[in-house]
C-alpha cells in the first residue's frame, strides 16, 4: 500500500512538474527524452504487474479434471473501480505530459536563430539571415536556439535530425517550421525521410554546431568570400548550391542529365531531332524551362529554376570554363 501510495505520489507531482522544471531554458529534446523514459517506466511497471499474475493465476487455477467446473463471480465492485480509476489517471497524466513537450516543440523561442531551409530532389539549400547559403550543411552557434523555415521546390521531403528529436515536411508552396537548442558543440547528421526518388537515400544533410567565436568567423569569412567572387566563381557556387551536379556531371561522366563538359557551344541534338547550338541563348532557356527543347536521350524530369539574369549568367559564365 504505502509503495502504491508513493507511486501516485511521484505521478501526481513528479510527471507534471518535470515537463514544467525547464522553464529557465526550454529544451524539447531533453523533454522528451524524460517523457520517453518516464512512460518506459510505467509503461513496463503495467506489463508486469499484468503479466505476472496472470501466469501465476491462469496456473493456480486453470480446469485439473475433464468435469471440473469453474466458480461462478458476479463481479466486484472495488476492483472494477480499482482497474478503471488507475488506469484512468495514469492515460491522463501521460496525455498531460506529452500535451506539454508538444507544446515546447512548437512554441520557438524569441531569441532563436532563424535560417531558411530548401529542399529538392535530391539536397538542401541552406539560406542564413547574413545573405550567405550553403548546401546540405546547417551551421549553427552553440549558444542560441535554432529555428529552421521548412520548404521544397519540388516534391514532398522531409527534414529529421535524431539527436535533436525533431522532424518536419518539406512541402511544396508552403513553409513549415522546427526548433532545436543546438546543447554542445558537434556535428549532427541529419536525412530526408521521406520517399522522393531516386537519390532519396542520399539526400543528407550536417548540423554543424559551432561556438560564438568560430561561428562568427565563418560568418564574416562567407560575407568576404561572397563580396569579392567573380562572376566564375559565384557561377560555381551557383551550381553546387542549387544541386545541378546531381544530374550533371562536370569530367564528361554520363548522368541523367548531359554533362557540363564541354556544354557551351556544344552541338546538341534535341528530342525533336533538331541539332542545336547550345549557345548562352540556349543555356538561359534550358535554365529557366527545361522542359521545352529537350535534349534527345534524356527525359524531362528537370524543374524550371527561378533566378536572376545576373545569376544565369553567372552560371552560364562558369559553365564556359568547363572544357
Ligand atoms: Cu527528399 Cu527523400
Not at 480509476?85 to 512554441?107: E, H
Not at 529552421?148 to 508552403?174: C, K, M, W
Request: proline residues 5%; aromatic residues 12%.
Amino acid at each position: 500500500m504505502k509503495k502504491i501510495l508513493l507511486l501516485f505520489a511521484f505521478l501526481f507531482l513528479g510527471v507534471p512538474s518535470l515537463a514544467l522544471a525547464q522553464a529557465g531554458k526550454v529544451d524539447p529534446a531533453k523533454s522528451w527524452t524524460d517523457a520517453f523514459n518516464i512512460y518506459f517506466v510505467i509503461i513496463t511497471a503495467i506489463f508486469i504487474i499484468v503479466t505476472i499474475p496472470l501466469i501465476y493465476l491462469s496456473l493456480k487455477y486453470r480446469r485439473k479434471h475433464e468435469d471440473q467446473e469453474g466458480a461462478d463471480i458476479h463481479g466486484n465492485v472495488p476492483l472494477e473501480v480499482l482497474w478503471t480509476v488507475v488506469p484512468l489517471i495514469l492515460v491522463t497524466l501521460m496525455g498531460v505530459q506529452t500535451w506539454s513537450v508538444y507544446n515546447q516543440f512548437r512554441d520557438v523561442p524569441k531569441d532563436a536563430y532563424e535560417i531558411n531551409v530548401e529542399g529538392f530532389m535530391w539536397g538542401w539549400n541552406v539560406k542564413y539571415p547574413e545573405g550567405i547559403e550553403t548546401l546540405n550543411e546547417i551551421r549553427v552557434p552553440v549558444d542560441r536556439p535554432v529555428k529552421i523555415n521548412l520548404t521544397s521546390s519540388d516534391v514532398l521531403h522531409a527534414f529529421f535530425i535524431p539527436e535533436y528529436h525533431v522532424q518536419e515536411e518539406a512541402i511544396p508552396g508552403r513553409t513549415t517550421y522546427f526548433w532545436f537548442q543546438p546543447g554542445s558543440v558537434g556535428e549532427y547528421q541529419a536525412y530526408c525521410t521521406e520517399l522522393c526518388g531516386n537519390g532519396h537515400s542520399e539526400m543528407l544533410a550536417k548540423v554543424k554546431v559551432l561556438s560564438r567565436n568560430d561561428f562568427d568567423a565563418w560568418i564574416s569569412q562567407q560575407k568576404k568570400a561572397e563580396a569579392t567572387a567573380t562572376p566564375v566563381e559565384k557561377g560555381k557556387t551557383l551550381v553546387e548550391n542549387l544541386g545541378c551536379r546531381g544530374c550533371h556531371s562536370v569530367n564528361g561522366d554520363k548522368s541523367s542529365g548531359p554533362t557540363f563538359k564541354g556544354i557551351f557551344d556544344r552541338q546538341t541534338t534535341l528530342a525533336d531531332g533538331k541539332v542545336v547550338k547550345a549557345d548562352k541563348e540556349y543555356l538561359e532557356e534550358a535554365i529557366l524551362e527545361p522542359k521545352s527543347d529537350l535534349v534527345q536521350g534524356y527525359s524531362s524530369i528537370m524543374q524550371p529554376y527561378k533566378l536572376s539574369d545576373k545569376d544565369v549568367d553567372a552560371i552560364i559564365e562558369y559553365l564556359k570554363t568547363l572544357k
